[in-house]
């Protein structure tokens, strides 16, 4: 099983910028797509943005495009979201997975991280 390991949040003002960080246990980490999902007391986990096994394909939210970045090193088993001209909207609890494919990213373990919260507020 593998355990997922969020960090990186806090509290930012609007147009600030956060990066965030996941580390996962585990030897099969290079194996599977990643993606961040964030949730809010009110709003579903949805899905932020993913990348393929080998890093070489991202899918960004069009909440979040052109903002937001996805990037992993499967040496380090890290994965990263890169959050630039952050947003009240932003605000929410962040939280990595592993996808059953990139095309589906369909989260592949049932077990979450604590997640990591980030803030964005005047």
């Known amino acids: 099983q593998v355990q997922f390991v969020e960090s990186g949040g806090g509290l930012v003002q609007p147009g600030g910028s956060l990066r965030l960080s996941c580390a996962a246990s585990g030897s099969i980490f290079s194996i599977y797509p990643m993606a961040w999902y964030r949730q809010t007391p009110v709003q579903q986990r949805e899905l932020v943005a993913a990348i393929s096994s080998r890093g070489v394909s991202t899918s960004i939210a069009d909440s979040v495009k052109g903002r937001f970045t996805i990037s992993r090193d499967n040496a380090k088993k890290t994965l990263d979201l890169q959050m630039n001209s952050l947003k009240p909207e932003d605000t929410a609890v962040y939280y990595c997975?592993?996808?059953?494919?990139?095309?589906?990213?369909?989260?592949?373990?049932?077990?979450w991280g604590q997640g990591t919260q980030v803030t964005v507020s005047s």
């Open positions: 997975n592993a996808v059953t494919s990139f095309q589906s990213r369909i989260p592949l373990y049932d077990a």
